[in-house]
Protein backbone atom coordinates (compact mmCIF):
# COMPACT_ATOMS: atom_id res chain seq x y z
CA UNK A 1 0.00 0.00 0.00
CA UNK A 2 0.85 3.82 -0.57
CA UNK A 3 1.57 5.57 2.65
CA UNK A 4 2.93 8.46 1.22
CA UNK A 5 -0.04 9.64 -0.30
CA UNK A 6 -2.56 9.54 2.75
CA UNK A 7 0.26 8.78 5.96
CA UNK A 8 -0.95 6.08 7.85
CA UNK A 9 -4.73 6.89 7.47
CA UNK A 10 -4.93 6.24 4.09
CA UNK A 11 -7.48 2.82 4.61
CA UNK A 12 -10.12 5.19 5.51
CA UNK A 13 -10.22 6.67 2.11
CA UNK A 14 -10.64 3.82 0.76
CA UNK A 15 -13.13 2.38 3.12
CA UNK A 16 -15.26 5.02 3.32
CA UNK A 17 -15.36 5.68 -0.49
CA UNK A 18 -16.22 2.04 -0.46
CA UNK A 19 -19.15 2.76 2.31
CA UNK A 20 -20.53 5.83 0.82
CA UNK A 21 -20.47 4.96 -3.12
CA UNK A 22 -23.36 2.63 -2.07
CA UNK A 23 -24.96 3.93 0.92
CA UNK A 24 -25.39 6.83 -1.94
CA UNK A 25 -26.56 4.75 -5.09
CA UNK A 26 -29.19 2.58 -2.53
CA UNK A 27 -30.30 6.35 -1.51
CA UNK A 28 -30.47 7.98 -4.96
CA UNK A 29 -32.07 4.25 -6.32
CA UNK A 30 -34.53 4.10 -4.07
CA UNK A 31 -35.43 7.88 -3.74
CA UNK A 32 -35.78 7.85 -7.60
CA UNK A 33 -38.00 4.62 -7.59
CA UNK A 34 -40.25 6.45 -4.81
CA UNK A 35 -40.56 9.53 -7.36
CA UNK A 36 -41.12 7.35 -10.02
CA UNK A 37 -44.53 6.02 -8.36
CA UNK A 38 -45.27 9.08 -7.44
CA UNK A 39 -45.25 10.81 -11.29
CA UNK A 40 -47.07 7.94 -13.02
CA UNK A 41 -49.80 8.18 -10.19
CA UNK A 42 -49.94 11.54 -10.48
CA UNK A 43 -49.87 11.25 -14.21
CA UNK A 44 -53.07 8.94 -13.84
CA UNK A 45 -54.70 11.09 -11.96
CA UNK A 46 -53.72 13.97 -14.30
CA UNK A 47 -55.25 12.22 -17.49
CA UNK A 48 -58.44 11.33 -15.79
CA UNK A 49 -57.62 7.67 -14.54
CA UNK A 50 -57.56 7.01 -10.82
CA UNK A 51 -54.65 5.84 -9.60
CA UNK A 52 -56.50 4.25 -6.71
CA UNK A 53 -57.90 2.01 -9.27
CA UNK A 54 -54.47 1.30 -10.94
CA UNK A 55 -52.27 0.80 -8.12
CA UNK B 1 -56.44 -4.08 -16.44
CA UNK B 2 -56.07 -5.87 -12.94
CA UNK B 3 -59.18 -6.60 -11.25
CA UNK B 4 -60.71 -4.77 -8.76
CA UNK B 5 -59.65 -7.50 -5.89
CA UNK B 6 -56.23 -7.71 -7.74
CA UNK B 7 -55.64 -3.88 -7.23
CA UNK B 8 -56.56 -3.82 -3.88
CA UNK B 9 -53.94 -6.44 -2.77
CA UNK B 10 -51.28 -4.80 -4.88
CA UNK B 11 -51.91 -1.40 -3.03
CA UNK B 12 -52.08 -3.40 0.28
CA UNK B 13 -48.79 -5.03 -0.71
CA UNK B 14 -46.98 -1.81 -1.60
CA UNK B 15 -47.76 -0.41 1.33
CA UNK B 16 -47.30 -2.92 3.46
CA UNK B 17 -43.51 -2.64 1.82
CA UNK B 18 -42.86 0.74 1.65
CA UNK B 19 -43.05 0.72 6.15
CA UNK B 20 -40.12 -1.62 5.94
CA UNK B 21 -38.26 0.71 4.49
CA UNK B 22 -37.09 2.04 7.32
CA UNK B 23 -36.60 -1.31 9.68
CA UNK B 24 -34.57 -2.65 6.94
CA UNK B 25 -32.10 0.83 6.10
CA UNK B 26 -31.70 0.99 10.23
CA UNK B 27 -30.59 -2.75 10.10
CA UNK B 28 -28.08 -2.26 7.14
CA UNK B 29 -26.74 0.46 9.44
CA UNK B 30 -26.24 -1.52 12.23
CA UNK B 31 -24.45 -4.22 9.79
CA UNK B 32 -21.98 -1.37 8.49
CA UNK B 33 -21.70 -0.42 12.76
CA UNK B 34 -20.97 -3.83 13.30
CA UNK B 35 -17.99 -4.37 10.11
CA UNK B 36 -16.65 -0.80 10.94
CA UNK B 37 -16.60 -0.46 15.02
CA UNK B 38 -16.69 -3.95 15.78
CA UNK B 39 -14.60 -6.32 14.26
CA UNK B 40 -11.09 -6.28 14.45
CA UNK B 41 -8.37 -5.27 11.47
CA UNK B 42 -7.11 -7.61 9.45
CA UNK B 43 -3.18 -9.52 9.74
CA UNK B 44 -2.43 -9.04 6.15
CA UNK B 45 -4.87 -6.46 4.85
CA UNK B 46 -5.27 -3.85 7.79
CA UNK B 47 -8.33 -1.92 8.03
CA UNK B 48 -8.82 -1.89 4.18
CA UNK B 49 -10.27 -5.34 4.19
CA UNK B 50 -13.59 -4.03 6.41
CA UNK B 51 -14.45 -2.95 2.49
CA UNK B 52 -14.78 -7.13 2.30
CA UNK B 53 -18.24 -6.17 4.16
CA UNK B 54 -19.73 -3.94 1.98
CA UNK B 55 -18.20 -5.54 -1.57
CA UNK B 56 -19.51 -9.42 -0.66
CA UNK B 57 -23.43 -8.50 -0.14
CA UNK B 58 -23.48 -6.27 -3.19
CA UNK B 59 -22.04 -8.79 -5.44
CA UNK B 60 -23.75 -11.88 -4.16
CA UNK B 61 -27.36 -9.16 -4.50
CA UNK B 62 -26.29 -8.65 -7.84
CA UNK B 63 -26.09 -12.79 -8.67
CA UNK B 64 -29.31 -13.57 -6.38
CA UNK B 65 -31.32 -10.47 -8.52
CA UNK B 66 -29.75 -11.27 -11.79
CA UNK B 67 -31.15 -15.23 -11.17
CA UNK B 68 -34.27 -13.82 -10.06
CA UNK B 69 -34.51 -12.24 -13.06
CA UNK B 70 -34.25 -15.54 -15.22
CA UNK B 71 -35.71 -17.36 -13.20
CA UNK B 72 -38.99 -14.79 -13.77
CA UNK B 73 -38.04 -14.77 -17.62
CA UNK B 74 -38.27 -18.55 -17.47
CA UNK B 75 -41.68 -18.47 -15.93
CA UNK B 76 -42.94 -16.20 -18.74
CA UNK B 77 -42.06 -19.49 -20.95
CA UNK B 78 -43.99 -21.98 -19.33
CA UNK B 79 -47.19 -19.66 -17.91
CA UNK B 80 -48.08 -18.01 -20.56
CA UNK B 81 -51.19 -16.22 -18.96
CA UNK B 82 -48.93 -14.62 -16.47
CA UNK B 83 -46.38 -13.61 -19.09
CA UNK B 84 -46.82 -10.15 -17.76
CA UNK B 85 -46.92 -10.55 -14.39
CA UNK B 86 -43.69 -11.89 -14.25
CA UNK B 87 -42.18 -9.97 -17.53
CA UNK B 88 -42.78 -6.96 -14.39
CA UNK B 89 -40.80 -9.03 -11.80
CA UNK B 90 -38.34 -9.35 -14.07
CA UNK B 91 -37.80 -5.90 -15.30
CA UNK B 92 -37.28 -5.02 -11.49
CA UNK B 93 -35.17 -7.66 -10.58
CA UNK B 94 -32.96 -6.83 -13.48
CA UNK B 95 -32.70 -3.29 -12.61
CA UNK B 96 -31.50 -4.69 -9.21
CA UNK B 97 -28.99 -6.43 -10.50
CA UNK B 98 -27.52 -3.74 -12.91
CA UNK B 99 -26.91 -1.30 -10.29
CA UNK B 100 -25.77 -4.36 -8.01
CA UNK B 101 -22.70 -5.51 -10.16
CA UNK B 102 -22.23 -1.91 -10.98
CA UNK B 103 -21.86 -1.72 -7.01
CA UNK B 104 -19.75 -4.55 -7.31
CA UNK B 105 -17.45 -3.37 -9.63
CA UNK B 106 -17.00 -0.04 -8.18
CA UNK B 107 -16.61 -1.38 -4.88
CA UNK B 108 -14.06 -4.40 -5.88
CA UNK B 109 -12.11 -1.07 -7.58
CA UNK B 110 -11.86 0.88 -4.63
CA UNK B 111 -10.51 -2.42 -2.62
CA UNK B 112 -8.14 -3.38 -5.62
CA UNK B 113 -6.35 -0.35 -5.82
CA UNK B 114 -4.73 -0.45 -2.00
CA UNK B 115 -3.86 -4.43 -2.16
CA UNK B 116 -3.51 -4.85 -5.81
CA UNK B 117 -2.04 -1.33 -6.38
CA UNK B 118 -4.29 -1.01 -9.34
CA UNK B 119 -7.66 0.32 -9.41
CA UNK B 120 -8.72 -2.12 -12.58
CA UNK B 121 -7.09 -5.24 -13.99
CA UNK B 122 -8.14 -7.57 -17.21
CA UNK B 123 -8.66 -10.24 -14.37
CA UNK B 124 -11.18 -13.58 -15.56
CA UNK B 125 -13.34 -12.04 -12.03
CA UNK B 126 -13.21 -8.49 -13.24
CA UNK B 127 -13.82 -8.75 -16.80
CA UNK B 128 -16.71 -11.59 -16.46
CA UNK B 129 -18.51 -8.95 -13.67
CA UNK B 130 -18.02 -6.30 -16.34
CA UNK B 131 -19.53 -9.02 -19.25
CA UNK B 132 -22.14 -9.37 -16.94
CA UNK B 133 -23.03 -5.83 -16.08
CA UNK B 134 -23.27 -5.01 -20.08
CA UNK B 135 -25.94 -7.60 -20.68
CA UNK B 136 -27.83 -6.33 -17.72
CA UNK B 137 -27.25 -3.03 -19.46
CA UNK B 138 -28.72 -4.45 -22.69
CA UNK B 139 -31.18 -5.15 -21.39
CA UNK B 140 -32.67 -2.13 -20.69
CA UNK B 141 -30.83 -0.79 -24.30
CA UNK B 142 -33.27 -3.49 -25.87
CA UNK B 143 -36.26 -2.46 -23.67
CA UNK B 144 -35.82 1.45 -24.58
CA UNK B 145 -35.39 0.84 -28.26
CA UNK B 146 -37.90 -1.46 -28.39
CA UNK B 147 -41.75 0.37 -28.64
CA UNK B 148 -44.10 -2.75 -29.15
CA UNK B 149 -45.15 -3.69 -25.82
CA UNK B 150 -45.05 -7.60 -26.80
CA UNK B 151 -41.47 -7.70 -28.70
CA UNK B 152 -39.97 -5.51 -25.89
CA UNK B 153 -40.99 -8.51 -23.50
CA UNK B 154 -39.86 -11.22 -25.32
CA UNK B 155 -36.54 -9.36 -25.85
CA UNK B 156 -36.64 -8.55 -22.12
CA UNK B 157 -36.95 -12.36 -21.54
CA UNK B 158 -34.09 -13.48 -23.86
CA UNK B 159 -31.55 -11.02 -22.46
CA UNK B 160 -32.15 -12.00 -18.24
CA UNK B 161 -31.75 -15.27 -19.33
CA UNK B 162 -28.93 -14.65 -20.80
CA UNK B 163 -27.34 -12.22 -18.19
CA UNK B 164 -28.25 -15.33 -15.59
CA UNK B 165 -25.75 -17.56 -17.92
CA UNK B 166 -23.05 -15.05 -16.58
CA UNK B 167 -23.65 -15.99 -13.18
CA UNK B 168 -21.61 -19.29 -12.69
CA UNK B 169 -19.14 -18.14 -15.25
CA UNK B 170 -18.30 -15.17 -12.82
CA UNK B 171 -18.29 -17.48 -9.49
CA UNK B 172 -16.08 -19.93 -10.69
CA UNK B 173 -14.07 -17.85 -12.81
CA UNK B 174 -11.94 -17.85 -9.48
CA UNK B 175 -11.32 -21.18 -9.65
CA UNK B 176 -11.59 -22.04 -13.45
CA UNK B 177 -8.24 -19.57 -14.09
CA UNK B 178 -5.22 -18.36 -12.75
CA UNK B 179 -6.85 -15.06 -10.84
CA UNK B 180 -5.42 -12.01 -9.24
CA UNK B 181 -8.96 -12.11 -6.94
CA UNK B 182 -8.69 -14.51 -4.03
CA UNK B 183 -11.24 -17.49 -4.05
CA UNK B 184 -13.90 -18.13 -2.46
CA UNK B 185 -13.09 -17.13 1.67
CA UNK B 186 -16.10 -18.76 3.30
CA UNK B 187 -17.71 -21.10 0.46
CA UNK B 188 -14.48 -23.53 0.22
CA UNK B 189 -13.31 -26.08 3.02
CA UNK B 190 -10.74 -24.69 4.82
CA UNK B 191 -11.31 -20.86 4.38
CA UNK B 192 -9.19 -18.52 6.26
CA UNK B 193 -11.94 -15.97 7.55
CA UNK B 194 -12.65 -16.43 11.14
CA UNK B 195 -16.25 -17.02 12.65
CA UNK B 196 -16.75 -13.11 14.19
CA UNK B 197 -15.90 -12.30 10.77
CA UNK B 198 -18.21 -14.39 9.05
CA UNK B 199 -20.88 -13.89 11.39
CA UNK B 200 -21.23 -10.06 10.55
CA UNK B 201 -20.91 -10.43 6.92
CA UNK B 202 -23.76 -12.84 7.30
CA UNK B 203 -25.64 -10.21 9.43
CA UNK B 204 -24.14 -7.63 6.35
CA UNK B 205 -25.73 -10.18 3.51
CA UNK B 206 -29.30 -10.96 5.39
CA UNK B 207 -29.59 -6.77 5.66
CA UNK B 208 -28.34 -6.27 2.25
CA UNK B 209 -31.14 -8.71 0.73
CA UNK B 210 -34.01 -7.44 2.98
CA UNK B 211 -33.40 -3.85 1.75
CA UNK B 212 -33.29 -5.06 -1.38
CA UNK B 213 -36.47 -6.97 -1.49
CA UNK B 214 -38.04 -3.70 -0.33
CA UNK B 215 -36.61 -2.09 -3.31
CA UNK B 216 -37.47 -4.70 -5.22
CA UNK B 217 -41.15 -4.50 -4.18
CA UNK B 218 -41.06 -0.82 -4.37
CA UNK B 219 -39.58 -0.94 -8.05
CA UNK B 220 -41.85 -3.32 -9.01
CA UNK B 221 -44.77 -1.07 -8.39
CA UNK B 222 -43.41 2.03 -10.51
CA UNK B 223 -42.73 -0.34 -13.50
CA UNK B 224 -46.64 -1.73 -13.25
CA UNK B 225 -47.77 1.75 -12.91
CA UNK B 226 -45.98 3.01 -15.72
CA UNK B 227 -47.16 0.20 -18.33
CA UNK B 228 -50.65 0.84 -16.98
CA UNK B 229 -50.30 4.46 -17.81
CA UNK B 230 -49.08 3.58 -21.09
CA UNK B 231 -51.41 0.89 -21.16
CA UNK B 232 -54.33 3.61 -19.99
CA UNK B 233 -53.24 6.07 -22.81
CA UNK B 234 -52.84 4.01 -26.11
CA UNK B 235 -56.69 2.83 -25.17
CA UNK B 236 -57.78 6.13 -25.43
CA UNK B 237 -56.38 7.15 -28.61
CA UNK B 238 -57.33 3.78 -29.92
CA UNK B 239 -60.87 4.72 -28.46
Given at each position: MNTSEFGNLSWVFYVVAAYAIVFLSLLIFTFATWKRVASVRQALNEEGFSSEETM | MQTSQQQ???KKSFQFWS??????????????GLALFWIGSDKDQGDVFRIMFVHVPVAW????WIILAAVFAAAGFFKKTKFEHFDQSAHAAI????LFAALALATGSIWGRPTWGVWWDWDPRLTSTLVMFLVCCAYHVLRSFTPDIQARRNAGQVTALLAAVNVPIVYFSVNIWRSLHQPQTFVRKGG???ADVGLVLMANLVAMILFTLVIYKLRRAAIV???TLEAAREGRTQS
Amino acid sequence: MNTSEFGNLSWVFYVVAAYAIVFLSLLIFTFATWKRVASVRQALNEEGFSSEETM
Amino acid sequence: MQTSQQQIEFKKSFQFWSKLLLPAVVLQLAGWGLALFWIGSDKDQGDVFRIMFVHVPVAWCAFMWIILAAVFAAAGFFKKTKFEHFDQSAHAAIDLGTLFAALALATGSIWGRPTWGVWWDWDPRLTSTLVMFLVCCAYHVLRSFTPDIQARRNAGQVTALLAAVNVPIVYFSVNIWRSLHQPQTFVRKGGSASADVGLVLMANLVAMILFTLVIYKLRRAAIVAEETLEAAREGRTQS
